[in-house]
C-alpha cells in the first residue's frame, strides 16, 4: 500500500525540537501556513482518558491537495511544495513526574493517483436542489468513499525504511487505495518520534518540529496529505483542539478510540490546533470572523486596517475553512451556537459582513531590503468547478525557469478569455505590503517567536453578501487564489524569484 520516494531520504533528515527556543539568527523563507485559528479545548477520551489505548491510538489531519500547489520547482525535479516545519500542540494532565510530551509517531503520508478536484474522503462542499448540501442541525458530515470500496478509513502499518518501529499502525483515508484497481497511492513523506522528557501536568504546550537539513517536499498535484500523530504512551496527553472553526462542510480531523478499533469523528467547527510553515510566500484565505469564542488571534487587529476602509470588521479568521459561505448562513452548523460556522449571528464580536480576503506572509528576501509589494491573482476554479483533473490544466510558466503563476490556466474547459475579468478586477483590491507587525504569530505569542520573522500583510476584504447567489446553478464556485509580487511604482509584475518569489497556491469553494 505503501511505497517510499527514495530521493526523499536526504531531505527528510532528523526532527529538531524548539521549545520557546529563539536562535539568534533570524531563518529566512519560513512562512506561516494556518491550520486552525487557534486552542479552545481539550477533551477527555481524546489523546488520553476515556477508552484510548496509550501508544496506539491517535489523530490525524487532511491537507487538500490544493493548498499544497507550491510555484517553484524542487530538488524533485519539479513544481511542489516545500514545509519548513510543522507545529503540534498538547497538554498534560495528570500527577507528576510522569514523562510527558511523547509523540511516538509524527507521520506525513503524501495521496495522490486520483483527482484532487473530486476528492474521495473529505470532499469539498456541493449544492443539491438549489441549496448547500451539509446544512445539518447536528454539524457532523459523512466523509466519501472511494468507487468500489467497502470503507472510507484502513488501519496500517508503515513500510520498511520509514524509520519507524515496524509494531507502528496508522490510520489513514481510503483515498482510492482498496480496491487496488481505484489507482490511489500513499507515500510516506516524513516520519519521525519524539520524546521530550519534561515532567509536567496542567499545562499546554507548543512544539515546532523542523526538518533537517531541508524542507520536507511534496510533488505537484496531489490528492493531499495525511498528518498522523499517535498518542503519547503515557498516557496523560491530550490533543488540543479548536472547537469555533469556519470549517463550512466538515471537519478535517479524524481519531481513533479503543486501540484502533472505533473513530471519532468531529463537527465541522471542530479541528486538531496545529501549523505549517512553507518555504515560499504563503496566502492564508480569510473570512469574516465567526468566532463564538471571540479569541482568534487576528479577530480584531489594528493591522487588518481601519474598520469600512480596508475591512469591513477590523479583523478576519484564518483556518483552512474548506469553503465560503457568501451570506454567512451557508454550510455546516456550529452545535454550540445552533448557527452557520461562518454566521457573524453567532460570533462574539457583534455587527459582522460576512467577508473574504488574504493574509499573506513573506519574509523570504526582507532581511536584504527588498520591496514585499504583492497583489493576488484569484479567478474561478472551473477545473475545480467541473472535476477536471488538474494535471490536465496548463500552467502559467513566467519568469526565469522554474516559476510559474500561482493559478492554473483553466480555459479550456472554462468560458471566456484568460486571465479572468474577475482576476484583472480584483488585483488592485488585493495590493498589500507584508512589513514587520507587531501582532501575535497564530499561536498567539509575541512577534517574531519561533524564529519567524513577523513579515506579514492582510488585504482589503471583499463583502461578500452583494456578490449573487451560487448555488441557484446547482454547482458550487470554486476559486484559485495565490499571491505575486509588484515591480517599484506598481506599474508592473515582478516574477523574478531573486526580488519577489511567487506564494503557495490555495483553493476555497464558494456556495449559497
Known amino acids: 500500500m505503501f511505497n517510499r520516494r527514495l530521493v526523499l531520504g536526504t531531505t527528510l533528515g532528523a526532527l529538531a525540537l524548539g521549545l520557546f527556543v529563539r536562535p539568534a539568527e533570524a531563518q529566512n523563507g519560513s512562512n506561516w501556513h494556518v491550520m486552525s485559528n487557534g486552542i479552545d479545548v481539550t477533551y477527555g477520551g481524546l489523546g488520553a482518558g476515556g477508552t484510548q489505548v496509550a501508544g496506539v491510538d491517535g489523530i490525524g489531519s487532511w491537507v487538500d491537495g490544493n493548498d499544497l500547489r507550491g510555484n517553484h520547482t524542487t530538488a524533485l525535479g519539479g513544481f511542489g511544495y516545500r514545509q519548513r516545519a510543522f507545529f503540534s500542540s498538547a497538554c498534560v494532565f495528570g500527577a507528576p513526574p510522569a514523562q510527558a510530551l511523547d509523540f511516538p509517531a509524527l507521520v506525513?503520508?503524501?495521496?495522490?493517483?486520483?483527482?484532487?478536484n473530486r476528492q474521495d474522503i473529505f470532499i469539498r462542499p456541493t449544492c443539491v436542489g438549489g441549496i448547500p448540501a451539509g446544512s445539518t442541525s447536528g454539524g457532523v458530515l459523512p466523509y466519501g468513499l472511494a468507487p468500489g470500496a467497502s470503507t472510507n478509513f484502513l488501519v496500517t502499518g508503515l513500510p520498511t525504511g520509514a524509520g519507524m518501529p515496524s509494531s507502528t499502525s496508522i490510520l489513514v483515508p481510503n483515498n482510492g487505495l482498496l480496491p487496488a484497481s481505484n489507482g490511489g497511492t500513499a507515500t510516506v513523506i516524513g516520519a519521525a518520534a519524539a520524546s521530550i522528557p519534561i515532567a509536567s501536568t496542567g499545562f499546554c504546550w507548543n512544539l515546532k518540529f523542523t526538518w533537517l537539513p531541508s524542507a520536507m517536499l511534496s510533488l505537484d498535484h496531489v490528492d493531499g496529505w495525511w498528518f498522523w500523530q499517535g498518542s503519547s504512551t503515557v498516557g496523560n496527553q491530550y490533543w488540543a483542539m479548536s472547537n469555533d472553526e469556519g470549517n463550512s462542510f466538515t471537519s478535517n480531523s479524524v481519531a481513533t478510540d479503543g486501540g484502533q478499533t472505533a473513530l471519532?469523528?468531529?463537527f465541522a467547527s471542530t479541528d486538531l490546533e496545529w501549523?505549517?510553515?512553507?518555504?515560499?510566500?504563503s496566502l492564508n484565505h480569510v473570512t469574516a470572523p465567526a468566532g463564538f469564542h471571540g479569541s482568534g488571534v487576528y479577530f480584531a487587529t489594528t493591522s487588518y486596517g481601519p474598520i469600512g476602509v480596508f475591512n469591513p470588521n477590523g479583523g478576519?479568521?484564518?483556518?483552512?475553512h474548506g469553503g465560503l459561505s457568501l451570506g454567512g448562513k451557508g454550510g455546516s452548523i456550529n452545535p454550540f451556537t445552533g448557527l452557520g460556522t461562518q454566521d457573524p449571528a453567532g460570533a462574539a464580536i457583534p455587527g459582522l459582513t460576512p467577508a473574504h480576503g488574504f493574509q499573506s506572509w513573506d519574509n523570504e528576501l526582507w532581511l536584504s531590503g527588498a520591496a514585499h509589494t504583492r497583489t493576488v491573482f484569484s479567478q474561478i476554479d472551473w477545473g475545480g468547478v467541473l472535476g477536471t483533473n488538474p494535471s490536465a490544466l496548463a500552467s502559467a510558466l513566467v519568469g526565469p525557469p522554474g516559476n510559474r503563476l500561482p493559478i492554473s490556466v483553466v480555459n479550456p474547459p472554462g468560458p471566456?478569455?484568460?486571465?479572468?475579468?474577475?482576476?484583472l478586477s480584483l488585483l488592485a483590491l488585493w495590493i498589500h505590503n507584508p512589513v514587520a507587525r507587531p501582532d501575535r504569530d497564530p499561536l498567539g505569542y509575541p512577534p517574531g517567536s519561533w524564529n519567524i520573522p513577523p513579515i506579514w500583510d492582510a488585504t482589503a476584504q471583499l463583502a461578500t453578501t452583494s456578490l449573487g447567489?451560487?448555488?441557484?446553478i446547482g454547482l458550487p464556485v470554486a476559486l484559485d487564489y495565490g499571491s505575486v509580487g509588484l515591480a517599484p511604482g506598481l506599474n508592473d509584475f515582478d516574477f523574478d524569484p531573486a526580488s519577489q518569489r511567487m506564494s503557495v497556491s490555495g483553493s476555497v469553494t464558494a456556495i449559497d
Open 108 to 116: 506525513f503520508v503524501e495521496f495522490a493517483g486520483r483527482n484532487n
Open 264 to 266: 471519532l469523528a468531529f
Open 275 to 281: 501549523h505549517q510553515t512553507t518555504r515560499d510566500p
Open 316 to 320: 478576519g479568521d484564518l483556518g483552512r
Open 416 to 423: 471566456g478569455p484568460w486571465p479572468q475579468p474577475v482576476t
Open 469 to 472: 447567489a451560487v448555488c441557484v
